[in-house]
C-alpha cells in the first residue's frame, strides 16, 4: 500500500498561481470562435503581427491595417493579448531572417510602428518565433536555421529600442522550436548574453514525435526542463529569468507523430498541472485553438482543441472543467508518495480555503486505487468528453485512478482528511 503524505517534497514546495498564464494560439479569431473562447475560459490569446501584409513595398507600417484593431480589441476577458513581431520583409532580403545592419533597422521600425499601435492594449510582446527552425523566416522555406548569433543582435537591438521608448513593456525572446537543444542553440545563446535582452524566456517543449515512454508528460517535461534549467545556470546573473511556454500541442491525426482525441485531452490537462506546479514557469499557451484545415494527411491541420468546423474535441471539455479549478485556486503544489514516477499527486489550495487532490497514473494501462481513511472527500466534476462516471464507492470511499486525472475535493481544510489518504494498486 502506497501512502500519500500531505508534506511536500523539498523541490515540489507550493507554487501561487496569482502570476500563471494559460492561452491559446491562434491565427485569427473568427466571429463563431468567440462563444466558444468564452465557454473555456482562457486567459490569453498568442497572435501573429505578421510584417509583410502590415507594410508596403518599402517595409513602412500602415497602422490603419485591419489587423491593428483586430488584435486591439480583442474581448478585455483575455487580458492582454501576447503579440509575436515576425517576420521578414520583401524589400529586405527577400524577406529572410534580418542578419545585416540594414534588415535589423527596418525590423526595429517595423517593431516600433506596430508595438506604438498596440500599446494601449498590450503591453506583452515577442520578437520573432522559432528562428530555430527551418523556414521561420519566409516562404519559399529558407535553407537551413537561423544563426544564433544573428538571432541574439536582433534581439538586442529590438529590446533595446523598445525599452527606450516604451519601457512598460514585457518582451519574450528565445521563442525556440523545441527547448533549442539541436546544435547546442540555447547553450550558445546563453553564452552569448541573450537573457540580458529578454524579460520571459519562450520555450516550445513539443514531444508528441517522442518516442514510448519519452511522450509522457511527466517524463517528457523533466527532462526538458531539467536540461534548460542546466543551461540556464551558464548565465548567473540572468539564469532564474521567468520561463513562458509559448507553444504547446498534439496533433490529432494518423501515425506516426498523432494522438487520438482522448490522448490529446488527458496529455494537455496533466501537462498543464505540471508545468503549472513549476515557479519559473509563469504561463502556456496551447497550439492551438481551432484546426488549421481538414487535410488528414497534414499535420499542421489537426492541432487544435476543436475541429476546422468547430466542433469541440474532448480537449477542449477538458479544458472547461480545467479552467475554472486554476481561476478559484490560490496555490498548487505537488505531494510525495511511495510510488514515485508511477502516480502524480498534487493539492490546489482553493480561495475557499478548501484542498482539490489531482491524482493520476503515470504509465498507460495501470490503474490504482485512492481511499480515503479520515475525513470526507467528494469527487469533482471533470470531463474529457462532456460526461464522465468517475466510479465512486461511496461506503469505502475509494476512487480508482487511472491515466486520465481524477479530482476529489475535501472539506475545509484543516479537518484532518488529506492526512489519511492512501493509494495502492
Keep these: 500500500m502506497l501512502c500519500v503524505a500531505a508534506s511536500c517534497r523539498a523541490e515540489d514546495k507550493s507554487r501561487n498561481l496569482g502570476d500563471f498564464v494559460l492561452g491559446f494560439n491562434t491565427h485569427k479569431v473568427l466571429a463563431n470562435d468567440q462563444p466558444l473562447l468564452e465557454g473555456v475560459g482562457i486567459w490569453s490569446l498568442r497572435v501573429d503581427l505578421y510584417r509583410n501584409p502590415v507594410s508596403d513595398d518599402h517595409g513602412a507600417v500602415n497602422t490603419e491595417h485591419p489587423v491593428f484593431p483586430a488584435i486591439a480589441n480583442t474581448p478585455e476577458a483575455y487580458h492582454q493579448p501576447l503579440v509575436i513581431l515576425g ?24 517593431a516600433l510602428a506596430g508595438v506604438g499601435r498596440l500599446h494601449e492594449r498590450t503591453r506583452f510582446f515577442e520578437v520573432w518565433n522559432e528562428w530555430n527552425v527551418p523556414g521561420m523566416g519566409r516562404t519559399p522555406l529558407e535553407e537551413g536555421t537561423g544563426r544564433v548569433e544573428d538571432y541574439v543582435t536582433l534581439l538586442r537591438e529590438t529590446y533595446t529600442a523598445l525599452k527606450k521608448q516604451f519601457p512598460d513593456l514585457f518582451i519574450l525572446g528565445g521563442a525556440t522550436g523545441g527547448i533549442g ?50 543551461w540556464l545556470r551558464a548565465d548567473s546573473v540572468h539564469g532564474d529569468v521567468p520561463l513562458y511556454v509559448t507553444e504547446l500541442g498534439w496533433p490529432t491525426y494518423g501515425e506516426p507523430h ?26 502556456v499557451w496551447l497550439y492551438e485553438f481551432r484546426d488549421g484545415g481538414t487535410d488528414p494527411k497534414d499535420r499542421e491541420h489537426h492541432f487544435g482543441v476543436v475541429k476546422a468546423d468547430g466542433t469541440p474535441k474532448p480537449a477542449f471539455h477538458a479544458l472547461r472543467s480545467l479552467i475554472p479549478l ?32 489531482a491524482v493520476w497514473s503515470v504509465f498507460p494501462g495501470e490503474e490504482w ?27 469505502t470511499s475509494r476512487f480508482v485512478v487511472g491515466n486520465e486525472p481524477f479530482f476529489l475535493r475535501s472539506s475545509r481544510a484543516g479537518d484532518g482528511g488529506i492526512d489519511a489518504v492512501e493509494v495502492h494498486q
Design 326 to 357: 486554476l481561476r478559484d485556486a490560490r496555490s498548487l503544489r505537488r505531494v510525495a508518495n511511495s510510488a514515485k514516477d508511477r502516480v502524480v499527486t498534487m493539492v490546489l489550495t482553493m480561495k475557499d480555503g478548501a484542498d482539490i487532490w
Design 87 to 110: 517576420y521578414g520583409h520583401r524589400a529586405f532580403q527577400n524577406s529572410g531572417r534580418p542578419s545585416t545592419p540594414e534588415s535589423r533597422r527596418a525590423f526595429v521600425d517595423y
Design 258 to 283: 498523432g494522438v487520438s482525441y482522448e490522448e490529446q485531452a488527458c496529455f494537455m490537462v496533466r501537462s498543464i498541472l505540471l508545468f503549472a506546479c513549476e515557479p519559473q514557469v509563469k504561463g
Design 181 to 230: 537543444a539541436d546544435e547546442g542553440y540555447m547553450v550558445k545563446a546563453v553564452n552569448l548574453g541573450m537573457l540580458q535582452w529578454l524579460d520571459g524566456l519562450s520555450i516550445h517543449p513539443y514531444f508528441y514525435g517522442a518516442d514510448g515512454e519519452k511522450r509522457l508528460p511527466e517524463i517528457a517535461i523533466a527532462t526538458r526542463l531539467g536540461q534548460l534549467h542546466d
Design 369 to 395: 486505487v485512492m481511499e480515503n481513511k479520515g475525513g470526507r472527500m467528494i469527487p469533482v466534476p471533470f470531463s474529457l468528453s462532456g460526461s464522465r462516471d468517475v466510479g465512486i464507492n461511496s461506503l
